[in-house]
């Protein structure tokens, strides 16, 4: 590999002249970006390094030697010897007679203008003392309704497209248009009522002027009097860097900004979303400011069990929780305590639980909600990498020759790692794309719509599809150079060729010729990446299924080699920090393995004291124990089983079964509904820390505000136990946490690179090496099975496969609390084929009942009809406990990960009559 | 004088319908024989190259050269795209070509995509041209029915298809690269140049775009020859024949087809039968709206493209509009303007905020309500719009203006200060009329 890159051709370079200061660039440079490059500036608004040129607004006029007429420098590339002059009278006068006609219409309303202060038009105006010479009628526009989220004020816009390219060019949503002609031309959006799209407020912040604004908090600041925290989005695993903008002095979050560079929010945008966001995290962020937030710790009246959840002092809650915990380690030890955590919490707060639990408790019975899928990557990628965190990276993706999308709606789980694979596909690249949805045309973006190569399989036939591309690369001869010889590599050709074509035909639903296509493009590529989700990751055979692609990977040359590699999607913002952070029974902080001595014995040595000895229990390991009494205490820190788990889990019962139960979250959830303390935690805003993305990226949290008056961080509440119980683990504050984390694992700190910062893991290829001689072949015929019955209903026969995940604008608890994102969507719908509504002759809205086809149960459900899901699936958000679909489902427990699988199921649908 | 009918002659031939017998008995479809069987494409185009042929449409670039920009790369798609999108006020030449003779402009075309090697083509045809659009339809069948069209057409191994796509009612999808957009299905804005459409044109492929008169030439400078061709108009920068549409104040208003070069007055006294009731000349835009307005002292100018530039207009799309002495200049200025301002695509800055900033000034001093400093800001905002644009468009929208403010200040200036106008039935009215 080390050699291929050595004859990396040398980029062509073009030496230019502007305002007599020589600069050279590459080949292709245009005249704009050779004069960023020397500082001089040169003025625009309809340019931005996200969009190709349109130069349209012609203000970077410049002049260039031996051309005739002045030349917009965002449109014209850079020439050997090129002389420029960026400003001269006549440039000068060009530009000011530009801004002479933008300001002919513009209104002067400056003053109630929310962009009035961060605005290019103003700056301008100031620096080229323009100022208007239209005396005539300006041109009016009439006052129309957009969105409930999206301020459209046409009378300020200076049609530059920004917006419209920006929707069509980088979400791929293509959701606004220009409408109109000439002089009364104006941004539109497609359908008769309001604008219906991706919402990521992209529109919003990529205007120049105050055309699109955030109606959220219209009118309520002015740019400069707020206080600009740069921190990272709590919503899901793609780690984007994000600004809040907040008044301190009241505690309020009042708009998110994201990272555009400057202030005319022109240049390339910082952090690893490059400036883009998606709904959640522009118009999501109210939740912190909910008038629902707890705020005052709750306890159940006179300790009575039944008795209601009362307000109580910080004083009186802790010391209840102190008392209650130490009776019950009294009486009945460590082994009795079972604790979960939010992998939504910094690593800070997550590292302060688990040592709490496992030090001032003494219980190895320590989860959180990577339970629900993330240990299935985490456990397979470091036996076949030596790492849970990604060896590609976002760069990787959009600079890759082909991406593989497979058990993913990408859009939704993942939108802005989904926007790096747009840019990839727009670029050129392959996609192939392994999903049961079809294309679908809407303002609504569908990575299916961008597939080079579609395998519409049937739904949850994900890992046979991937087992059919080993096959065919195997059957070719196409694995890659010295790896046929090796005997696991034998092994697993002799156990794929035991599989016929036809078995994996009929349980996929694809011709073996096309899967044989893809595996054929797979092998061919030389920079590829394979971004898998939830459909994998919390399904049936996750772990199994990402060992799978690995084999895939690992056979072609792609496991390890740069810009190649597994980037699996997760869905909570920090699910690779609390992997890492140890809040799973059998991994410590640093990655340690809890059963292996030397591990132990570092953090130990760190810690001046013992940590119990495994193994701990699992999620749903813990809550049968409650169930069954054997553990008698339960923690959750911002997670809630009872809200996430089906009915059937039985996290209700294993809640009434314990003695006590502390809830600590930012909402009275339905689990702490079941509680006997519930403790009020600080949000992400309110204070300091890290989250760590998908990639491993560990990123900044900053306080934004203080914390809502009457919460806590979960540190603090945790050192208040602690001490309460005598057994202090005492903190300053959360930076005095983040250095006791980075001493004990240097890897966790803000800005590290991924992998590279893990001390003590062997190179990737040298894992993976070892994989492929001593595990490849382990559980290989289990993992390579095609089971007869792994056949998903046709909706002929009347059921459906119903699947439950993620939705764009919703995620939970955090989602359903802000104002933006309800406004966006405020109830659920049960998604379905045109052809099948036809057949149940129900229309857009109307309910139907869903019953499950193998147990009890019924719920009504509206429909919503979306040609993108075929015949026979049906599709339900996952975020949404109301009406209950989810407790149709059955849960599964994986036998390697114990990830309690429970995201489909097969069901019925009857037409309410 | 009379002059013998070259683009004109199957349509001036008494009984002539058009159809594909009347074309083929006058002669038509042998030029392409010729060409298929007598010339490798590339010596085709040194052919019309060698002709001086110059585009029709406006701009006046030599076809053969535009020709020969396209990448020599066999492999590449290449288009040909006819630009029958004829909006210029004034001007309608091609429509008469179009529904009179619809063979020889498709005769034309074969040529030109044999030439540069597409094997689709499109006529881009202004959408208010119905009933041109149906007879076109009903040739492009007859053609294609006659195997002059379709795959290996005449038995040749050339494929050549030719489809027909109306517009919407646009005028600047006759600029080239906006009409380019309308094809593909998009909003028709014109496209930043470079990459010039001979790179990078239709569906991003090497596309010659040619006027519906320029293709018409074609058939007979194969059939006649170089020498022919260059013989006649105004060699060697003009050669050929050259329709001219002239309307406005005169007696025989029509389509005239002409040899290139000769004079004004000969085009406008001679052809068109002179100016009506015998008044006077005061203006003349001789190319188009897009043209630079010419007074009566420009009459003996030769109506070639160099001799109209030098005195400072353009020979444009070749309509002639002749104003006789009653004509209000501000008003004229104003009517132009008002339909630059209606069909800017509002694409730049300049352009659209410009175009209808000069309409609202040029109504306040057409009815009376101007004031001196106006005539200034008019040329400053003109001087701001010129040059400063995408397209052409933003240099052709400021012509009138600056063209009558030239010659014929004092009319503005009597509108401004008499508030009346100095000339015609309104001569010393006052014009307080509108609002302001």
Not at chain 2, 54 to 80: C, E, I, S, V
Not at chain 2, 119 to 132: L, M
Request: hydrophobic share 35%; proline share 5%.
């Amino acid at each position: 590999m080390a050699d291929t890159d050595t004859v990396k051709l040398k980029t062509e370079t073009v030496k230019l002249t502007i305002d007599g200061r020589e600069v050279e660039v590459p080949k292709g440079t245009l005249v704009i970006e050779a004069a960023r490059k020397l500082g001089i500036e040169i003025p625009f608004f309809c340019y931005h390094q996200k969009l190709k040129s349109d130069g349209n607004c012609r203000m970077c006029l410049v002049a260039v030697e031996k051309m005739p007429k002045l030349q917009v420098s965002c449109s014209v590339p850079v020439s050997e010897g090129m002389v420029v002059h960026a400003n001269t009278t006549v440039v000068q006068e060009a530009r000011k007679g530009v801004l002479d006609f933008l300001l002919a219409n513009h209104p002067l309303d400056c003053p109630i203008c929310d962009e009035g202060g961060r605005c290019p038009l103003q700056d301008y105006s100031q620096k080229y003392t323009a100022y208007g010479q239209f005396k005539e009628e300006k041109r009016i526009y009439e006052k129309e309704f957009f969105s409930p989220l999206i301020e459209k004020e046409m009378n300020r816009c200076i049609q530059c497209m920004r917006c419209v390219r920006y929707c069509d060019e980088v979400i791929d949503s293509k959701a606004l248009s220009s409408v109109n002609r000439g002089y009364h031309i104006e941004i539109g959006h497609y359908g008769e009522k309001q604008l219906e799209c991706e919402f990521c407020g992209g529109c919003v912040q990529i205007c120049p002027v105050g055309a699109l604004l955030n109606r959220l908090p219209l009118y309520e600041y002015r740019p400069w009097m707020l206080t600009r925290t740069e921190t990272t989005c709590a919503y899901c695993a793609d780690g984007c860097s994000l600004r809040l903008e907040s008044r301190p002095q009241t505690r309020e979050v009042i708009e998110v900004t994201s990272f555009w560079g400057n202030e005319t929010k022109t240049v390339w945008g910082k952090g690893r979303n490059e400036g883009d966001l998606c709904a959640k995290g522009y118009f999501g962020y109210q939740f912190v400011n909910s008038p629902n937030r707890l705020t005052k710790p709750l306890v159940r009246k006179d300790g009575r069990r039944d008795g209601p959840l009362v307000e109580a002092s910080w004083e009186e809650a802790l010391e209840r929780v102190a008392e209650e915990f130490g009776r019950i380690k009294g009486l009945h030890g460590g082994e009795a305590f079972g604790a979960l955590a939010s992998a939504r919490c910094t690593n800070e707060n997550l590292y302060v639980f688990q040592k709490f639990i496992r030090l001032v408790l003494g219980s190895p019975n320590v989860d959180s909600s990577v339970r629900y899928g993330m240990v299935n990557a985490a456990r397979a990628l470091t036996e076949l990498t030596g790492t849970p965190r990604w060896l590609p990276s976002y760069e990787d993706i959009t600079q890759a020759d082909l991406v593989f999308v497979i058990g993913t709606d990408i859009t939704h789980s993942n939108p802005i790692v989904g926007l790096k694979v747009k840019a990839a596909a727009k670029k050129g690249a392959k996609l192939i794309v392994g999903s049961p949805l079809r294309p679908r045309i809407s303002t609504l973006s569908h990575i299916v719509n961008l597939a080079t190569r579609h395998l519409a399989h049937r739904p949850g036939a994900e890992r046979i599809v991937v087992i059919g591309m080993v096959k065919a690369v195997l059957e070719q001869g196409k694995a890659a150079a010295g790896l046929a010889e090796h005997p696991s590599i034998a092994r697993l050709r002799e156990t794929v060729s035991k599989l016929s074509q036809k078995q994996i035909e009929s349980a996929t639903g694809l011709s073996y010729d096309a899967i044989r296509a893809a595996a054929e493009e797979w092998t061919a590529a030389s920079r590829a990446v394979i971004v898998f989700g939830e459909s994998i990751v919390r399904a049936r055979d996750g772990y199994e299924t990402v060992r799978i692609l690995g084999d895939l990977a690992l056979l072609t040359g792609k496991l390890t080699a740069e810009g190649c590699g597994l980037a699996p999607l997760y869905e909570e913002n920090n699910e690779m920090g609390a992997y890492e952070m140890g809040v799973v029974p059998d991994r410590l902080p640093g990655l340690g393995r809890l059963d292996h001595e030397p591990d132990r014995e570092r953090v130990q040595r760190a810690w001046k004291e013992p940590i119990p000895t495994g193994p701990g229990l699992t999620m749903i390991e813990m809550l049968a124990a409650a169930r069954e009494g054997r553990i008698r205490a339960l923690y959750l820190m911002g997670e809630n089983p009872v809200g996430t788990l089906p009915a059937s889990a039985g996290a209700a019962e294993a809640l009434e079964s314990a003695e006590f139960v502390v809830s600590q979250d930012l909402f009275l959830t339905e689990t702490g509904e079941k509680a006997d303390v519930v403790l009020p935690a600080a949000s992400f805003a309110e204070q300091n820390g890290t989250f760590t993305n998908q990639e491993g990226r560990v990123q900044p949290v900053r306080k934004a505000i203080e914390p809502i008056h009457g919460t806590r961080p979960d540190w603090e509440i945790l050192s208040q136990i602690a001490v309460e119980m005598g057994h202090p683990l005492e903190y300053q504050d959360g930076a005095e946490v983040s250095h006791e984390i980075a001493r004990l694992w240097p890897a966790c700190r803000p800005g590290g690179p991924g992998w590279r910062e893990i001390p003590g893991r062997s190179e990737p290829a040298v894992a993976a090496e070892r994989y492929r001689a001593e595990r490849l072949t382990e559980g290989i015929s289990e993992r390579y099975r095609i089971d007869s019955g792994e056949k998903v209903p046709a909706s002929s026969n009347g059921r459906f496969h119903l699947a439950m995940g993620p939705l764009l604008f919703h995620s939970g608890k955090m989602s359903l609390q802000a104002d933006g994102l309800m406004k966006i969507q405020n109830r659920p719908f049960l998604y379905m084929a045109p052809e099948d509504a036809e057949r149940f002759g129900v229309g857009e809205g109307q309910s139907v009942r869903l019953r499950s086809a193998r147990g009890p149960g019924s719920v009504e459900v509206a429909v919503k009809i979306d040609a993108k899901y075929p015949p026979g699936m049906v599709f339900f958000p996952e975020s949404f406990n109301e009406p209950p679909v989810k407790d149709l489902l059955t849960v599964e427990l994986d036998k390697a990960s114990h990830v309690p699988v429970f995201k489909t199921a097969e069901v019925v649908i009857e037409k309410i009559t | 004088m009379k002059y013998e009918k070259v683009l004109h002659k199957n349509l001036e031939t008494p009984g002539y319908t058009g159809s594909l017998a009347d074309y083929e008995r006058q002669g038509g479809y042998q030029a392409i024989r010729k060409a298929l069987k007598e010339y490798a494409p590339t010596q085709l185009i040194d052919l019309v190259k060698r002709s001086g042929l110059r585009g029709r449409g406006g701009a006046g670039f030599p076809a053969g050269t535009k020709w020969d920009f396209l990448p020599k790369d066999p492999a590449l798609t290449r288009y040909l795209c006819c630009n029958a999108d004829e909006s210029e006020p004034g001007t309608f030449k091609d429509r008469e070509l179009i529904e009179r003779d619809p063979h020889q402009l498709i005769e034309g075309m074969i040529l030109a995509a044999y030439a540069i090697g597409a094997k689709v083509a499109y006529i881009y045809i202004r959408g208010e041209f119905v009933y041109g659009a149906q007879v076109l339809e009903r040739a492009l069948a007859e053609a294609n029915r006659a195997g002059y069209l379709g795959k290996k057409i005449l038995k040749s191994g050339t494929d050549i298809e030719i489809y027909l796509h109306r517009g919407a009612g646009a005028y600047i999808c006759g600029e080239e690269t906006a009409l380019l957009e309308s094809i593909e299905g998009k909003r028709g804005l014109p496209r930043n140049k470079p990459p010039f459409p001979a790179i990078h044109g239709l569906y991003g492929k090497p596309t010659v775009i040619n006027n519906v008169e320029t293709l018409s030439n074609l058939p007979h400078i194969v059939n006649r020859g170089v020498e022919w061709f260059t013989s006649i108009g105004s060699p060697p920068k003009s050669p050929g024949m050259r329709i001219f549409s002239v309307s406005g104040h005169v007696n025989r208003p029509g389509n005239y087809e002409v040899p290139m070069g000769i004079t004004l007055r000969e085009l406008i006294h001679e052809q068109a039968g002179g100016v009506l009731g015998n008044k006077k000349i005061k203006a003349i835009i001789p190319g188009g709206a897009s043209a630079a307005f010419l007074t009566e002292s420009s009459l003996d100018v030769k109506m070639d493209f160099e001799s109209i530039a030098q005195v400072g207009s353009m020979l444009g799309s070749g309509g002639v509009t002749v104003m006789d002495e009653d004509t209000c200049m501000v008003s004229a200025a104003l009517n132009l303007m008002e339909f630059f301002a209606h069909e800017t695509c509002g694409k730049c800055s300049p352009c659209r905020e410009g175009s209808s900033w000069l309409v609202q000034m040029m109504r306040r001093i057409e009815h009376g309500h101007g004031r001196m400093e106006d005539l200034d800001q008019l040329v400053r905002i003109c001087n701001n719009i010129g040059g400063k644009t995408v397209c052409a468009f933003g240099d052709a929208e400021i012509a009138p203006i600056l063209s009558t403010l030239k010659h014929w200040r004092s009319e503005y200036e009597y509108h401004i200060k008499e508030k009346k106008c100095l000339v015609g039935n309104r001569g010393g009215q006052l014009l307080t009329i509108g609002k302001h």
